[in-house]
């Protein structure tokens, strides 16, 4: 009975807080900002006044896609984002520019997560065969190596969070300081950048749960030996 709670959480939860974003992101998709700024315009005008004149702007396709590419120093806004001037776009817009000034500012939490990369996808593709086939043999070595795996993945998501904020607070300073939102727009602009960090707090949370429940597993099987 505990672990069907257990996987209800760990499933409502994301779905509770995803949810949450879709409806807060259409709301203020609707609502337009007073300066008339496309989420392509707004990125420019950041990344021009903090001197990227080099960073791209692009239109991606899908909903919330938006994302910037450090390694060829791209900002990509989905269609909606890139050519309304709605709250949520310019929200968005923004966020994605942080990260951009975050890359040229050498914030040393985005270059940690992108050198830790390769070592987080090795640790997702390998924790759960190592942890499946540790649990099916009863091996507490294996399981171990499938923790320690998963360990390297959860990090990487920890390590996101800062990187994910730290965009959001500079996105709202910047939008301020160059007059794309008024006074009586910053509290829709938070809602939009508050939301999407939950997506990311509720990921990593679910993850560490996840890791913990493991390491539970570990220490009973150790413990029955």
């Known amino acids: 009975m505990k672990l069907i709670i257990y996987f209800i959480i760990i499933t409502l939860i994301p779905l509770f807080i995803h949810m949450r974003l879709k409806q807060t992101y259409s709301k203020h ?3 337009g900002i007073s300066s008339n700024l496309t989420g392509a315009e707004v990125a420019r005008k950041i990344l021009d006044a903090n001197g990227l004149y080099h ?3 692009e239109e991606t396709e899908g909903t919330l896609s938006d994302h910037y590419d450090p390694s060829v120093k791209i900002v990509r806004l989905s269609s909606d984002n890139y050519w309304g001037n709605s709250i949520a776009g310019a929200s968005v817009a923004a966020h994605e520019v942080g990260h951009a000034i975050q890359d040229a500012k050498n914030y040393s939490f985005l270059r940690f ?3 830790f990369v390769p070592v987080a996808n090795i640790g997702s593709g390998l924790s759960f065969p190592l942890i ?3 649990s099916l043999l009863s091996s507490a070595n294996l399981l171990l190596l499938g923790i320690v795996a998963m360990g390297l993945a959860v990090l990487f998501q920890v390590i996101t969070l800062p990187v994910e904020f730290d965009a959001s607070k500079r996105a709202m300073v910047q939008m301020v300081e160059t007059g794309i939102i008024q ?4 509290r829709g602009a938070k809602k939009v950048l ?4 939950m997506t990311y707090v509720a990921a990593t949370a679910i993850a560490v749960l996840e890791l913990l429940r493991f390491v ?5 099987m150790t413990s029955n030996d």
Do not use: D, M, P, T
């Open 113 to 115: 997560r992108h050198s």
């Open 216 to 220: 539970l597993q570990f220490v009973g």
């Open 194 to 197: 508050n939301a999407a960090a």
């Open 183 to 186: 006074k009586e727009e910053k």
């Open 55 to 57: 960073v791209q702007i």
């Open 29 to 31: 998709l609707k609502i």
């Open 132 to 134: 499946i086939i540790g």
